[in-house]
C-alpha cells in the first residue's frame, strides 16, 4: 500500500460533476493498493496517516498530527499511485492490484479507518472525481507499508 499525502487548509470533491464532501484543516491522502496488500498494511498506514507529525506547534515546528489538531480527511482511491513511468512516456500500472482486490482492501481501509476518532470524508470507488484543495506549505509525503 502506498499514500501521498498533503498537507491542506481546506479541500472538497466532486463525484461525477456533483459535489460530494469537503473538509477543513488535514489531509487529502491518495490511496494505491498493490497485490499484496492486507490488513498488516491497513494497520501500518492508518497508524502513519493519523500519527504522522506534520502540522506545526505553538514553535512553528513540525510536531502535531492531523490527530493533534482535530483535523480532519479526505481519502481517495487512487490506482495511478502505483503508476510506473520508468519505461517509455506511458505509464504502466502492473504494480496496481485489480479493481476488485483493491476495492476490497479499500473498503477495509474505510472501515478500519472509521475506529479511529479522525473524521473523513472520501469519494467514490472507480467514479470521475475532482479535488480542489488549498495545499498547506506545500506539505507532501509518501507513505508505503
Known sequence: ?????????????????????????????????????????????????????IFDDSEGKLNLSVQDIKGELLIVSNFTVYGNTKKGRRPDYLNSAPASKAKEIYNMFLEKLSETEVPFETGEFQADMKIYSENDGPVNLIIES
Open 1 to 53: 500500500m502506498k499514500i501521498i499525502i498533503q498537507r491542506v487548509n481546506k479541500a472538497e470533491m466532486n463525484v461525477n460533476g456533483t459535489f460530494k464532501c469537503k473538509i477543513g484543516k488535514g489531509i487529502v491522502a491518495y490511496i494505491g493498493i498493490t497485490h499484496e496488500d492486507g490488513i498488516k498494511d491497513i494497520n501500518y498506514c492508518i497508524d502513519k496517516l493519523i500519527n504522522l507529525r
